[in-house]
């Protein structure tokens, strides 16, 4: 009867260790199938969360942060569009010069070079040069000192209206001491015009070099 009893408890013992050998196996199994799904799954991309910048590759600097004969795009920190040589006259003297969204890879008619760099009673001077028709950021000599002058891309000479120089995030102009500005009114807009106006630090006429 005791031998019996023995055997009896023997084969219950051996019957659990089995069972529990089992489940432990299936958990395992279950776990690392679930650890390998997991790892192999990737985040889905939600529809518009990938988009392409609107501002250039680079840093911003404040004024000329490259004034060495580099291409620069030359931003407006209040819209953050880029000074533009339009495409359609920028061979030609008296080519409109606009903001428009800035492009990658410096195109012509937004890539500028500070040039010609000379520093005279404590200023440092440049002509800005538009790599698309070689021509200069010139404001109109008939209406050079008044507000609203126009700005535009003539033939290089060095002249005074052609000279430029930061002070701060205002880019002056050597010849009127009046300031780049985009037209308030579209400052955000693609295709607003750029005018010299008297210097107030306002958004409209804060430029930053990008390179």
């Keep these: 009867m005791q031998n019996f009893t023995l055997k009896m408890i ?10 529990s050998s089992i489940s432990f196996a299936v958990r395992g199994q279950n776990s690392n199938s679930t650890s390998q799904s997991t790892r192999g799954a990737t ?13 250039p590759t680079g840093i911003p600097q404040v004024g000329c942060g490259k ?9 407006n920190n209040g819209g953050k569009l880029c000074l533009d040589a339009d495409s359609d ?32 009673g404590g200023r440092t001077t440049s002509q800005i040069v538009n790599a698309g028709g070689s021509k200069c950021l010139d404001v109109d000599k008939s209406s050079i000192n008044k ?17 430029w120089f930061f002070r701060g995030n205002e880019l002056v102009n050597e010849g009127s001491g ?3 500005e ?20 306002q958004p409209p006429q804060q430029w930053s070099t990008v390179g």
């Design 10 to 19: 023997v084969r219950s013992l051996t019957a659990i260790v089995i069972c």
């Design 43 to 55: 985040t889905p991309q939600l529809p518009g969360s990938r988009s392409t910048p609107a501002e």
């Design 67 to 75: 004034c060495d004969g580099s291409k620069v795009y030359i931003r």
């Design 89 to 120: 006259t920028l061979m030609k003297d008296g080519g409109k010069v606009q903001v428009w969204g800035c492009a990658p890879n410096f195109p012509g008619p937004q890539a500028w070079s500070f040039k010609e760099t000379r520093t005279e």
């Design 147 to 163: 507000n609203g002058a126009r700005v535009q891309v003539w033939k290089c000479t060095g002249a005074p209206e052609q000279r």
């Design 178 to 180: 009046k300031c780049l």
């Design 182 to 201: 985009v037209d308030p009114a579209g400052m955000t807009k693609v295709g607003a015009v750029v005018r010299a106006w008297d210097c107030n630090k």
